[in-house]
């Protein structure tokens, strides 16, 4: 008894100094689990990352290949719509009658035209 009481101080500072030796252990312990859990985090956030826009680049050319679509066809009845002008101006240069209003070549780019859109 008489030892122990002698030696109290430094039986103190042995716990204390093997708590804090625990302590750090433990501490290391979940400082790795933490990191390995932030890094599992963050690769996950890289895959959202990256199949988001994969996503947004497949519907970007999708809208893009129907933009392209709505332009052609835009285009095709662009130039209908001159053809047919074109035509009527030309007709238009012909003498007219008071009592017909259309030639023959009038009456026949009419009906052509009706017949198109009938089709």
């Keep these: 008894m ?10 103190a500072i042995a716990i204390f ?7 750090i252990a433990y501490t290391n312990h979940l400082s ?19 199949d988001q826009q994969k996503a947004l680049i497949k ?8 933009s392209a679509d709505y332009e052609q066809l835009k285009s ?7 053809t047919v002008t074109r035509k009527v ?7 007219i009658y008071s ?8 009456v026949q780019q009419l009906n052509s035209l009706i017949t198109d859109n009938s089709s």
């Design 59 to 66: 519907k970007q050319n999708e809208i893009n290949k129907v």
């Design 76 to 82: 095709e009845q662009r130039v209908k719509v001159e």
């Design 17 to 23: 100094f093997f708590l804090w030796l625990g302590q």
């Design 2 to 11: 008489i030892i122990l009481w002698k030696f109290k101080h430094w039986i």
């Design 32 to 50: 790795g689990k933490l990191q390995k859990a932030e890094s599992q985090c963050s690769a996950k956030i890289h895959k959202l990352k990256d």
């Design 99 to 106: 009592n017909i209003c259309f030639d023959d070549d009038g």
């Design 89 to 95: 101006q030309k007709i238009v240069t012909k003498p």
